[in-house]
């Protein structure tokens, strides 16, 4: 089965930046979701990108500072995380699937995605 690898997490200060990457073999053929999970909370959709890279999702609380994008001849999928805030600490995930799963705008739907990275820790602090 499709096996993910993350990198890229790390302790930044706010207003910083970070960029995640998730590789696999055969990555092409899936659409890439981005998810994120913080102590007590639910797992958060971030984004997601078409398998093509035509289409992209993201969710109200990183429009315009988050950018997913990705290299098919690499592989690997990114997300360009800018000006981050406290509140985007939390462990980041990718997950795969055949399609971006959204609905009425929500990207909440963890359960839609059958395969998963080992996740990696963000921590956005002074």
């Known amino acids: 089965q499709l096996q993910l690898v993350e990198s890229g997490g790390g302790l930044v200060q706010p207003g910083g930046s970070l960029r995640l990457s998730c590789a696999a073999s055969d990555l092409d053929y899936y659409a890439i979701a981005w998810f994120r999970q913080a102590p007590g909370k639910e797992r958060e959709g971030v984004s997601c990108?078409?398998?093509?890279?035509?289409?992209?999702n993201y969710a109200d609380s990183v429009k315009g500072r988050f950018t997913a994008s990705r290299d098919n001849a690499k592989s690997t999928v990114y997300l360009q995380m800018n000006s981050l805030k406290p509140e985007d600490t939390a462990v980041y995930y990718c997950?795969?699937?055949?399609?971006?799963?959204?609905?009425?705008?929500?990207?909440?739907?963890?359960?839609?995605?059958?395969?998963w990275g080992q996740g990696t820790q963000v921590t956005v602090s002074s």
């Open positions: 997950a795969a699937d055949r399609a971006c799963t959204v609905v009425a705008g929500s990207l909440n739907w963890p359960g839609e995605y059958d395969y």
């Open positions: 990108i078409s398998s093509s890279g035509g289409r992209i």
